[in-house]
């Protein structure tokens, strides 16, 4: 499955606890500074992404851009192909990622080089 973007979907920031406490995901707040592009990657974990300030967009692996502003929810399952887009000022989002730790290192922008369709987490091998 591939990222989602959910279009208004929360208009409270209580609502995006509320929908924090039901997927289980850890809360940080992430700015994202004026920059170009990213190129693509893909991360070693589930995120969720709630648009707090700004605009941007998000680029999934076929090239299609994906609005982002104030009240969307990114969903990125981990190990999908995706980019942020260009951001000009700045974007203000709350990240939601499965366990608490430092988010950069979470968020490393791993190598779509090294990314496969068949890695599964070593508890889906039978």
Do not use: C
Not at 25 to 45: I, M, Q, Y
Not at 48 to 77: C, F, M, R
Not at 101 to 124: F, I, K, W
């Amino acid at each position: 499955m591939g990222l989602t973007v959910q279009k208004k979907f929360f208009e409270r920031r209580e609502q995006v606890f509320e929908d924090l406490a039901q997927t289980g995901h850890w809360p940080t707040t992430f700015v994202s500074g004026a920059s170009p592009e990213l190129p693509l990657h893909w991360h070693d974990l589930d995120v969720s992404g709630y648009v707090i300030e700004g605009t941007t967009y998000l680029v999934d692996e076929a090239g299609q851009h994906h609005a982002l502003e104030p009240g969307d929810k990114l969903n990125i399952p981990r190990g999908t192909l995706h980019a942020e887009g260009a951001v000009v000022g700045e974007v203000i989002y709350i990240v939601g990622t499965e366990t608490p730790g430092s988010l950069r290192t979470q968020l490393a922008l791993l190598d779509p080089v090294s990314y496969t369709h068949l890695t599964l987490p070593t508890s889906d091998l039978v």
